[in-house]
């Protein structure tokens, strides 16, 4: 897939992560899968980490660099801004979680396009 595809992904999904923070926990459906928490983080921004490094045309060690404290940033103002939505709070482990996912996948990908 071209780049330029990979940067309308990126951006629709990062307009996915800030609308689902957005949801109110009185309106969150009740499932098994948030005693997963931490793991639905990392997954989270695991995926948005491959997109994040695919959207970069020749991605090189200098764009990783630049890349990982972006993914890092937006994870951890997201989790600032889950502290105003109304039953939703924000934490430590879940923005290390979105950070340690999105740290893998670029770093990852990076790896992989570098054989």
Same mark, same amino acid.
């Given at each position: 897939?071209? +780049? %330029?595809?990979?940067?309308?992904?990126?951006?629709?999904?990062?307009? #996915? !992560?800030? $609308?689902?923070?957005? !949801?109110?926990?009185?309106?969150?459906?009740?499932?098994?899968?948030?005693?997963?928490d931490k793991?639905? +983080?990392?997954?989270?921004?695991?995926?948005? *980490?491959?997109? &994040?490094?695919?959207? =970069?045309? +020749? /991605?090189? %060690? %200098? @764009?990783?660099? $630049?890349?990982?404290? #972006?993914? !890092?940033?937006?994870? =951890?103002?997201?989790?600032?801004?889950?502290?105003? !939505? &109304? *039953?939703?709070?924000?934490?430590? @482990?879940?923005?290390?979680?979105?950070?340690?996912?999105?740290?893998? &996948?670029? =770093? /990852?990908? @990076?790896?992989? $396009?570098?054989?």
């Open positions: 897939m071209n +780049h %330029k595809i990979y940067r309308i992904l990126l951006g629709l999904y990062a307009g #996915l !992560i800030l $609308t689902l923070s957005s !949801i109110p926990s009185k309106n969150m459906p009740k499932s098994f899968l948030l005693e997963w793991a639905i +983080h990392f997954t989270e921004y695991f995926i948005f *980490g491959i997109l &994040a490094a695919k959207s =970069i045309e +020749h /991605l090189s %060690k %200098k @764009w990783v660099y $630049t890349i990982i404290p #972006l993914g !890092i940033m937006f994870g =951890i103002m997201d989790e600032y801004f889950q502290s105003y !939505i &109304a *039953g939703r709070f924000s934490s430590g @482990w879940d923005a290390f979680s979105d950070s340690l996912g999105f740290s893998l &996948a670029v =770093i /990852l990908v @990076w790896l992989r $396009t570098n054989d």
